[in-house]
């Protein structure tokens, strides 16, 4: 778990995984970071942990200059909106599958390089 203010290594390791692959790669995965963390967080996977690691990739995202605030709040929202339909289509008690296998991996995404 991340105890406190992430190291300066760590944030390099940040800048250097959202700023990889041009223009097309950071919005892909600065999409999947928040998509990720909707599904966590309807599948009651968020922890502190969690917590952290997105709020600290999402400000490296943020503060990286690679999209204008408008371009990164259309991200964010067509990530939660396509989270938020993927729960609906997977229709009484297909969720719990879906949190099984999607929750849980999108949790190790967002944890991954954090902890190294």
Known sequence: MIAGPLSAAAMAVL??????????G???RYFQL???YEVAAQCGLVSGAVERAFRAKRKT???SGAMSRDVLRSLRLNAYVAAAREYDNRGL???????????EAGVRRI???IHQ
Do not use: S
Request: charged fraction near 25%.
């Open 34 to 36: 928040h998509y990720d």
């Open 15 to 24: 800048v250097v995984l959202i700023a990889d692959n041009g223009p097309e």
């Open 111 to 113: 944890l991954e390089m």
């Open 93 to 103: 008690g297909g969720h719990k599958q879906w949190c099984r296998t999607d929750a």
């Open 26 to 28: 950071f919005q892909q």
């Open 61 to 63: 995202g943020d503060d």
